[in-house]
């Protein structure tokens, strides 16, 4: 799709590490589980689901943090911005952290999930709540709606 404004640039807060985004995003959240409150010292994380092939590193060597299991999150190592996660089982994907773009302020979550662990003062523009994960089903109609209404860049 032409209105994405294709490619992207971003980094951590340090700048050591960069990155380059080339494929449209298929999805965009917000997860309110403890574990991204942990991690983003914050209510919830957000993150633009991407084709794996979509994300390319162009500086720097991020390094895997967090649980050092099969999902695997990835940081900065020196400033230790965490800036994407391959998720467990679903290696066609990458979730980036849109903050790490150098333009982000156009985002807005589709979907936000893990609702049972929201903080009661939270609160997102999301326009679908799931208490935990949309069955996997679910993610087609997910994914053609957010190509279809999901916000873009300026």
């Not at 032409?2 to 298929?26: E, F, H, I, N, Q």
Request: net charge negative; aromatic share 10%; hydrophobic share 35%.
């Amino acid at each position: 799709m032409s209105d994405w404004r294709l490619p992207w640039t971003g980094g951590c807060r340090c700048g050591r590490t960069r990155l380059r985004v080339t494929a449209p995003p298929l999805l965009a959240s917000a997860c309110h589980c403890r574990g991204c409150q942990r991690m983003t010292a914050s209510a919830f994380s957000l993150s633009l689901t991407l084709p794996s092939t979509g994300l390319e590193v162009t500086q720097g060597e991020p390094t895997i943090g967090a649980l050092h299991g099969p999902t695997r999150h990835y940081y900065c190592p020196h400033c230790l911005s965490w800036m994407f996660t391959r998720p467990e089982g679903f290696d066609a994907f990458v979730n980036l952290r849109p903050s790490v773009l150098d333009d982000h302020g156009w985002f807005s979550p589709l979907i936000e999930v893990q609702t049972r662990d929201k903080l009661p003062w939270a609160t997102t523009p999301a326009v679908h709540s799931f208490e935990t994960e949309p069955e996997i089903p679910a993610y087609d109609a997910l994914i053609a709606e957010y190509a279809e209404t999901g916000a873009r860049p300026g």
